[in-house]
């Protein structure tokens, strides 16, 4: 080992670099805050491999993203670990970029002649926030697809550009395959390519300046080399920032259904370090809303750069700096505020239970046959197994006419829409969640008996039509009896009753299970 | 200087396991590839009585599944029968994988490609392939409705 080294050494002279690199001499005092910025280069380093490695199985179009996100998820060993990692180390890159940048603040390390530091470092925490916006997309599921519609939306407000700015967001008119591609592009090959660079110009900046060190110096310190005290200290946080991502990467990261263009009524979150944004735009809305959305963010930018401009002179202790203190941590403090109240809002998306319209798909699924051929080693693949790009109306048509492959070259034989519906978020629900829910025998009757029939005029937990009342909560309004009367034969309770009888209909056994399960929404 | 060695010793260390963890990691990922999902099963593919003197050739769609990727690929094998039972053969020529056909008139089975020719029962007669015709599980299911069934 130690012939290997010399024989490096004659030939590149690299402990003389080794040695500068770390004897570089540090500031007497300077502690554990000052560590912050290694903690990052070391997220940085684990965003970069776990990035690497996902590369190894994700594909970056419409067709596939979502069955490799999913197939890195479940059948690729560590997979779902990785992929955890990725996503969890983002929001740790972007505290420990917010956390480093106060540190800098207060210490007034931006000041003369570090303000180029200071500059680039504001460049890197936009190239973070890059990252995060463009990796966002990349799962195509709902979440990705919906938050990115909200993204460039936003980049539509821009004066005079933005229809233009949208569109090339998009390379396209609309977002699809080649919005994928090119934010993926953007995410894996761009964005790291200048990340490394602004990197390198921040590091060989800060070592040309030396670290600015504590504002005040205890006369008792003495200055120190970086190796190997101040190091043992970056290594031994890291370890620890490390550890505290690993414990929360092992649960994963979440994957929503897939991308649904034709589902509206999906409501978008984004990821939290834009939750306090997204609250503000509630409160401007109409012609307002280019104020938050980019008027107050680009502002806020241009004061971070502007800051060691703006306050300058040699002074370096908080107390004597309160204007551009507040200037900068005022506006932090609104966000802050902004984003707890988003997050103590209840989510707006249900979880993914089951509906009464999924668990009937499942019922027709199962009287139909369909598992003759979606079968394990079948004529077609497993219904759980369905690749997630068909459209909602391709399904359709292949529900009710299970030979056409291409719809539109034969007309499809009638087939009952609801059920058609049903069928369709059967399986969608399927992708997401394999197994059935356990209910009691009656109730699976009910909901059966719901989802196909009275979801075409009534409301439950929103989903289904409106020309009749939500049945959410119908329980409060009658009792078991009176709604079992009611749904046998509506003219028989009220003479203009609007609502068809079902007594026909259903065997008795499904009018009870109904008028059981309804009268218990309350 | 007994806590200076320490400290390098920290450093070290822990540098290690984060470098090695991710190296690890990235090992994993690219080494240890999922399992091959591609299961065989028994295939009905004609009836007893379908079979004559001449090889019956059946084309089967077989589900390939690679990582996320799921399609269909066309196989294709001669069916014929062997005494009591049945023969299966693989319609792709040893030598460099094109598709042989029966030539009834020879009662060979010739390959296009470079002039291969095997017998009826797949061995070899003539032209550049290194070895027989592939041989497939073949089997008859029940006797009575003759299901001629080949394992792919």
């Given at each position: 080992?130690?012939?290997?080294?010399?024989?490096?050494?004659?030939?590149?002279g690299?402990?003389?670099?080794l040695?500068?690199?770390?004897d570089?001499?540090l500031?007497?005092?300077?502690g554990w805050?000052f560590?912050?910025?290694s903690?990052l280069?070391?997220?940085?380093?684990?965003q970069?491999?776990?990035g690497?490695a996902?590369?190894?199985?994700?594909?970056?179009?419409p067709?596939?993203a979502?069955?490799?996100?999913?197939?890195?998820d479940?059948?690729?060993p560590?997979?779902s670990?990785?992929?955890?990692?990725?996503?969890?180390?983002?929001?740790?890159v972007?505290v420990?970029?917010?956390?480093?940048?106060?540190?800098?603040?207060?210490?007034?390390a931006?000041?003369?002649p570090?303000?180029?530091?200071?500059?680039?470092?504001?460049?890197?925490l936009l190239v973070?926030?890059?990252?995060?916006l463009t990796g966002y997309?990349?799962?195509w599921d709902q979440?990705?697809?919906?938050?990115?519609?909200v993204t460039?939306?936003?980049?539509?407000?821009?004066?005079?550009?933005?229809?233009?700015?949208?569109?090339?967001?998009?390379?396209?008119?609309?977002?699809?395959?080649?919005?994928?591609?090119?934010?993926?592009?953007?995410?894996?090959?761009?964005?790291?390519?200048?990340?490394?660079?602004?990197?390198?110009?921040?590091?060989?900046?800060?070592?040309?300046?030396?670290?600015?060190?504590?504002?005040?110096?205890d006369?008792?310190?003495?200055?120190r080399?970086?190796?190997?005290h101040?190091?043992?200290?970056d290594?031994l946080?890291?370890?620890a920032?490390t550890?505290?991502?690993?414990?929360?990467?092992s649960?994963?990261?979440?994957?929503?259904?897939?991308?649904d263009?034709t589902?509206?009524?999906y409501?978008?979150?984004p990821?939290?370090?834009?939750?306090?944004l997204?609250?503000?735009?509630k409160y401007?809305?109409?012609?307002?809303?280019?104020?938050?959305?980019?008027?107050?963010?680009g502002?806020?930018?241009?004061?971070?750069a502007?800051?060691?401009w703006?306050?300058?002179g040699?002074?370096?202790?908080p107390?004597q700096?309160?204007?551009?203190?507040?200037a900068?941590?005022?506006?932090?403090?609104?966000?802050?505020g902004?984003?707890?109240?988003?997050?103590?809002?209840?989510?707006?998306?249900?979880?993914a239970?089951?509906?009464?319209r999924?668990?009937?798909?499942?019922?027709i699924?199962?009287e139909?046959?369909c598992?003759?051929?979606h079968?394990e080693?079948?004529?077609?693949d497993?219904?759980s197994?369905?690749p997630?790009?068909?459209?909602?109306?391709?399904?359709?048509?292949?529900v009710?006419d299970?030979e056409?492959?291409?719809?539109?070259?034969r007309e499809?034989g009638?087939?009952?829409?609801?059920?058609?519906?049903?069928?369709?978020?059967?399986?969608?629900?399927l992708r997401?969640?394999?197994?059935?829910?356990e209910?009691a025998?009656?109730?699976l009757?009910?909901?059966?008996?719901?989802?196909?029939?009275?979801?075409?005029?009534h409301?439950?937990?929103?989903?289904g039509?409106?020309?009749?009342?939500?049945?959410?909560?119908?329980g409060a309004?009658?009792?078991?009896?009176?709604?079992?009367?009611?749904?046998e034969?509506?003219?028989?309770?009220?003479p203009?009753?609007?609502?068809?009888s079902?007594?026909n209909?259903l065997?008795?056994?499904?009018?009870d299970a109904v008028?059981?399960?309804l009268?218990?929404?309350? | 200087?007994?806590?200076?060695a320490?400290?390098?010793?920290?450093?070290?260390?822990?540098?290690?396991?984060?470098?090695?963890?991710?190296a690890?990691?990235l090992?994993?990922?690219a080494?240890?590839t999922?399992?091959?999902?591609?299961?065989?099963?028994w295939?009905?593919?004609a009836?007893l009585?379908?079979?004559g003197?001449?090889p019956l050739?059946?084309?089967?769609s077989v589900?390939?599944?690679h990582g996320?990727?799921?399609?269909?690929a066309?196989r294709?094998?001669y069916?014929q029968?062997?005494g009591d039972?049945?023969r299966?053969?693989?319609?792709?020529?040893?030598?460099?994988?094109?598709?042989v056909?029966w030539n009834?008139a020879?009662?060979?089975?010739?390959c296009?490609?470079h002039?291969g020719?095997?017998d009826?029962?797949?061995?070899?007669?003539?032209?550049?392939?290194?070895?027989?015709?592939?041989?497939?599980?073949?089997?008859v299911?029940?006797p009575?409705d003759?299901?001629v069934l080949?394992r792919l």
């Amino acid at each position: 080992m130690k012939r290997l080294g010399a024989w490096l050494h004659g030939r590149t002279g690299y402990r003389a670099g080794l040695r500068r690199l770390l004897d570089e001499p540090l500031p007497a005092g300077t502690g554990w805050l000052f560590t912050l910025g290694s903690v990052l280069l070391v997220l940085l380093a684990i965003q970069a491999v776990t990035g690497l490695a996902l590369t190894l199985y994700y594909a970056p179009t419409p067709d596939h993203a979502y069955d490799s996100i999913r197939f890195i998820d479940t059948s690729v060993p560590l997979g779902s670990f990785v992929r955890g990692l990725h996503h969890a180390g983002a929001s740790f890159v972007v505290v420990f970029a917010l956390l480093h940048l106060l540190r800098v603040l207060f210490h007034a390390a931006y000041k003369r002649p570090r303000e180029l530091t200071w500059l680039v470092g504001v460049g890197l925490l936009l190239v973070v926030l890059a990252f995060a916006l463009t990796g966002y997309l990349l799962p195509w599921d709902q979440r990705a697809y919906w938050g990115t519609v909200v993204t460039i939306n936003i980049a539509r407000l821009t004066p005079w550009i933005g229809e233009r700015l949208a569109q090339v967001l998009q390379g396209g008119v609309d977002i699809g395959a080649l919005t994928l591609l090119r934010w993926y592009a953007v995410h894996v090959v761009f964005l790291p390519a200048v990340l490394v660079a602004l990197t390198i110009v921040h590091l060989v900046l800060m070592r040309r300046h030396g670290i600015s060190g504590p504002i005040r110096s205890d006369p008792a310190a003495r200055s120190r080399p970086f190796y190997p005290h101040h190091a043992a200290r970056d290594v031994l946080v890291s370890l620890a920032v490390t550890a505290v991502l690993v414990a929360i990467a092992s649960e994963g990261a979440p994957l929503e259904s897939e991308a649904d263009p034709t589902d509206a009524s999906y409501i978008p979150r984004p990821e939290w370090y834009f939750l306090g944004l997204f609250e503000l735009l509630k409160y401007l809305p109409g012609r307002w809303e280019i104020v938050g959305a980019l008027v107050v963010p680009g502002l806020f930018v241009l004061l971070l750069a502007l800051l060691p401009w703006l306050d300058r002179g040699d002074r370096r202790e908080p107390r004597q700096r309160v204007p551009a203190l507040a200037a900068v941590l005022l506006p932090l403090a609104i966000l802050f505020g902004l984003t707890v109240v988003a997050w103590r809002e209840p989510a707006a998306m249900p979880a993914a239970a089951w509906s009464a319209r999924e668990i009937a798909g499942a019922a027709i699924v199962d009287e139909s046959g369909c598992v003759r051929c979606h079968a394990e080693n079948g004529l077609a693949d497993e219904l759980s197994q369905q690749p997630g790009h068909h459209s909602p109306d391709w399904l359709a048509a292949h529900v009710a006419d299970p030979e056409i492959i291409a719809p539109g070259l034969r007309e499809a034989g009638f087939v009952d829409p609801g059920d058609v519906a049903a069928v369709v978020a059967y399986v969608r629900q399927l992708r997401l969640d394999p197994a059935l829910p356990e209910l009691a025998a009656t109730d699976l009757v009910a909901l059966r008996v719901i989802g196909r029939s009275c979801l075409t005029c009534h409301r439950l937990d929103g989903d289904g039509g409106t020309e009749g009342p939500d049945l959410s909560d119908v329980g409060a309004r009658h009792d078991q009896a009176w709604l079992r009367r009611w749904i046998e034969d509506p003219e028989a309770v009220s003479p203009d009753a609007e609502m068809p009888s079902f007594g026909n209909l259903l065997t008795s056994a499904e009018l009870d299970a109904v008028a059981a399960y309804l009268a218990q929404r309350r | 200087m007994e806590r200076r060695a320490w400290l390098k010793a920290v450093v070290g260390g822990g540098v290690s396991v984060l470098a090695g963890g991710l190296a690890a990691l990235l090992a994993t990922f690219a080494v240890r590839t999922p399992v091959d999902e591609r299961r065989e099963e028994w295939r009905r593919v004609a009836r007893l009585d379908e079979l004559g003197d001449d090889p019956l050739p059946v084309t089967l769609s077989v589900p390939i599944v690679h990582g996320w990727h799921r399609t269909r690929a066309a196989r294709t094998v001669y069916v014929q029968r062997d005494g009591d039972g049945v023969r299966a053969l693989s319609a792709v020529c040893t030598h460099l994988g094109c598709l042989v056909g029966w030539n009834a008139a020879s009662r060979t089975f010739e390959c296009p490609c470079h002039g291969g020719s095997y017998d009826s029962r797949g061995a070899v007669v003539a032209g550049p392939p290194p070895r027989a015709l592939d041989v497939l599980p073949a089997r008859v299911d029940n006797p009575e409705d003759g299901d001629v069934l080949i394992r792919l």
